[in-house]
């Protein structure tokens, strides 16, 4: 399978629902180009832009399309883990329109800490421990990793409870900070997973890539 074929594939399982039509092509070349279904932030390579779609996700300057947000749009998203361990809830909130499109309907969103130090989410007057006091004196890494997967498998059991077709995967590590994750249905996981893209940046579970962390947390 080629990355044109994949990008075709993925196309008809609604891998683009989100973009503007004006965009599809352009954005499918853009992957064909780096031979990755996934563009980050940033400057792009030189293409045709004749059909391009400016918005407030993406700028043309001088003949170069600049993106300020990753794409697919809606569905590709980067994630710095030290400032969602430093503020929950900024992050939620962020999420709630793409989750509320996924059937994930959040009204309310909070965060909460125990006397023992542990601490959390409330979402719709429910709670979640995100970060068990426990590790209050760990690595900063430990925690921010920890308190990453633990949130990632929530989304993905609300989505469940939604009946969503869909669930995150992380799909590239930037650096020790920064994630990038995908709402995927099954379908195109698969697909993506047999495709010829690198490695590094095929669909994993949450709960396989942060293996180590949630086994062991205290060793890492």
């Given at each position: 399978m080629t990355v044109e074929e994949l990008l075709s594939q993925l196309e008809r399982l609604g891998f683009y629902q989100h973009e503007?039509?004006?965009?599809?092509s352009v954005l499918k070349s853009l992957s064909e180009k780096n031979s990755s279904p996934w563009?980050?932030?940033g400057q792009q390579q030189h293409?045709?832009?004749?059909?391009?779609?400016?918005?407030d996700q993406t700028e043309i300057i001088e003949g170069v399309l600049w993106l300020h947000h990753p794409r697919p749009y809606n569905?590709?998203?980067?994630?710095?883990?030290?400032?969602?361990?430093?503020?929950?809830?900024?992050?939620?909130e962020a999420m709630q329109p793409v989750l509320e499109s996924r059937g994930v309907l959040i009204a309310a969103i909070d965060e909460y800490w125990t006397g023992k130090g542990d601490k959390g989410i409330i979402l719709n007057h429910n709670m979640f421990l995100l970060c068990p006091g426990v590790l209050d004196q760990s690595h900063s890494l430990t925690k921010w990793n920890y308190s990453t997967a633990q949130a990632l498998i929530l989304i993905n059991h609300l989505l469940a409870q939604a009946t969503s077709d869909e669930q995150v995967y992380v799909v590239k590590e930037l650096d020790e900070d920064t994630l990038y994750i995908a709402f995927l249905s099954s379908q195109m996981c698969q697909l993506i997973s047999a495709s010829p893209i690198l490695e590094t940046e095929k669909p994993k579970l949450v709960e396989t890539f942060f293996s180590e962390v949630l086994k062991n947390p205290h060793n890492n």
């Open positions: 503007e039509p004006g965009m599809m563009l980050t932030e293409i045709d832009l004749a059909s391009a779609v400016e918005d569905r590709l998203f980067a994630i710095s883990r030290e400032d969602f361990y430093e503020c929950f809830p900024d992050w939620f």
